[in-house]
């Protein structure tokens, strides 16, 4: 699932815009990174923090993996 598709999904599931869907992730990416943890850094990123779009393509790899392994 696009990182576009699944924002709309949650954004529809709380009623809320897709955009306050962003501002939320993006705001807890920030806050988790003040002081990030071994799971926190292994997200693969460009920069110091990830970005929306890198969080939400480690999320999907890890969960898609954790299905495979079961």
Do not use: W
Not at 4 to 23: C, D, F, L, W
Not at 33 to 61: G, M, W
């Amino acid at each position: 699932m696009k990182n576009r598709k699944i924002i709309e999904a949650v954004a529809k599931m709380y009623g809320v815009s897709p955009q306050e869907v962003r501002n939320e992730i993006n705001n807890a990416i920030h806050e988790a990174y003040q002081t990030p943890t071994d799971a926190a850094n292994a997200v693969k990123r460009k920069q110091a923090i990830p970005t929306i779009d890198e969080f939400l393509s480690h999320i999907v790899c890890t969960i898609q993996l954790n299905q495979t392994n079961r």
